[in-house]
C-alpha cells in the first residue's frame, strides 16, 4: 500500500488572529476532507497541528 504524507501550510498569524468559531471553521473543514478520504476507502493514519515556528 502506497502511503503519503499531506501537509497544509498555513499563514501563522492568521491563524492565531482567528476566533474560536473561525478556527473551528477550518478545522471542520479538515473534519470533511478526512471523512472523504476514508469513503472513498483512503487510511488516514494521523494527523496532528504542529507547533509555531517561533518554538522552534
Known amino acids: 500500500m502506497d502511503e503519503y504524507l499531506i501537509l ?3 499563514d501563522e498569524d492568521a491563524w ?5 468559531d ?3 471553521a ?5 473534519r470533511e476532507f478526512a471523512r ?5 476507502g483512503q487510511v488516514l493514519t494521523g494527523g496532528a497541528e504542529l507547533a ?4 522552534a
Open 8 to 10: 497544509l501550510p498555513d
Open 16 to 20: 492565531e488572529r482567528l476566533s474560536d
Open 22 to 24: 473561525g478556527r473551528e
Open 26 to 30: 477550518v478545522h471542520s473543514r479538515h
Open 36 to 40: 472523504r478520504l476514508q469513503e472513498s
Open 52 to 55: 509555531p515556528s517561533r518554538t
